[in-house]
Nanobody, 129 residues
Framework: QVQLVESGGGLVQAGGSLRLSCAAS????????IGWFRQAPGKEREAVSC????????EYSDSVKGRFTISRDNAKNTVYLQMNSLKPEDTAVYYC??????????????????????WGQGTQVTVSS
């Protein structure tokens, strides 16, 4: 059974850090483009970061660039999102998603959310001011 499970969310003060994990089962993560998305109440789902399949190129939205880091541990079949210098506006439910990279885009940001086949259940991140 194909499954993605996020963990690591929680409540943190502004300026703090969290590390989100996205563990895969039923498929091998390193052959998929992996994206992290977030959705705050009343807002559209937003792409946060992604990592490609070919050479691990990582991309970030302007709102998190320099503060968040995506990484992949193939041995653990897990992708991480290290979030530092958190701000109240980072408060959202965070989702990881897997894309089979059928179009073999080098830049993973070229894929939209609808092109991701597998999604986790989400993990809540709340940043207090």
């Amino acid at each position: 059974q194909v499954q993605l499970v996020e963990s690591g969310g929680g409540l943190v003060q502004a300026g703090g850090s969290l590390r989100l994990s996205c563990a895969a089962s039923g498929f091998t993560l390193d052959s998929y483009t992996i994206g992290w998305f977030r959705q705050a109440p009343g807002k559209e789902r937003e792409a946060v970061s992604c990592i490609n399949t070919s050479d691990g190129l990582t991309e970030y939205s302007d709102s998190v660039k320099g503060r968040f880091t995506i990484s992949r541990d193939n041995a653990k079949n897990t992708v991480y999102l290290q979030m530092n210098s958190l701000k109240p506006e980072d408060t959202a439910v965070y989702y990881c998603a897997a894309n089979p990279d059928e179009l073999q885009y080098y830049y993973c940001s070229a894929y939209g959310p609808l092109e991701y086949d597998y999604w986790g259940q989400g993990t809540q991140v709340t940043v207090s001011s």
